[in-house]
Each structure stands twice: as structure tokens, then as C-alpha cells.
């Protein structure tokens, strides 16, 4: 099994920054992409960004030019950073692992708890 906890929410003005984190950890397992989605009230949830073992990133077109999404191997950590947030950024973010268990032998994705990102006008 592999546990994710999310770190970094919180309010924030339309204009600011905040910095997510995700650090992975558990049994004995490889990664091979972490990512974030976002869900709003009454929406579906919908992927932010993604980031793969090497280094490879993707990004919704809405965050295209204000996300960052970067990691950490040695810490199996991932992190978005967020710039210019406006209202409409205003979600739950959750963080992503796919990742294969090397005790278990199978590969899944696992999912963290979920931080509150809440965005003023």
C-alpha cells in the first residue's frame, strides 16, 4: 500500500501563490507518475497536472502558463506550485500516485485526502 498526504492549502487572495505538497509513502514500491486533480462543488474532478518519473509534465490548459508541477525522487514527494490563482481555482486538490508494489507485484493508483484550496476575490 502506498499512503499520500497532501499538504499546503488553505485562502488565499485572487493574485496569490500557494505551494502544494504530496510525499508518498509505505511498503516497497516505484512510482511511475504522481499528479494532481481538482474538484469544485458540483463539478467533476479534473486533472491539473501530472509529472512522470522522468521528469515528463502535463498540464490542463487552464493552468498552462500558472501551475508548476515538479517532484522529488529521492523523497517521492510532488509539489504545484500555483501562481495567480483566481476564484475559479477554488477546489478540493488531490494528489495521485501511480505506482506499482513490489511486495504485492500490482500497480494501482492510489489517491490522497484531498486539500482545500480556496481562492478570494
Known amino acids: 500500500q502506498v499512503q499520500l498526504v497532501e499538504s499546503g492549502g488553505g485562502l488565499v487572495q485572487a493574485g496569490g501563490s500557494l505551494r502544494l505538497s504530496c510525499a508518498s509513502s509505505?511498503?516497497?514500491?516505484?512510482?511511475?507518475?504522481m499528479g494532481w486533480y481538482r474538484q469544485a462543488p458540483g463539478k467533476q474532478r479534473e486533472l491539473v497536472a501530472t509529472i512522470t518519473s522522468t521528469g515528463m509534465t502535463n498540464y490542463a490548459d487552464a493552468m498552462k502558463g500558472r501551475f508548476t508541477i515538479s517532484g522529488d525522487n529521492a523523497k517521492n514527494t510532488v509539489y504545484l506550485q500555483m501562481n495567480s490563482l483566481k476564484p475559479e481555482d477554488t477546489a478540493v486538490y488531490y494528489c495521485?500516485?501511480?505506482?506499482?508494489?513490489?511486495?504485492?507485484?500490482?500497480?494501482?493508483?492510489?489517491w490522497g485526502q484531498g486539500t482545500q484550496v480556496t481562492v478570494s476575490s
Open positions: 495521485y500516485a501511480d505506482a506499482h508494489d513490489l511486495g504485492y507485484g500490482t500497480s494501482q493508483r492510489y
Open positions: 509505505g511498503s516497497i514500491f516505484v512510482i511511475n507518475a
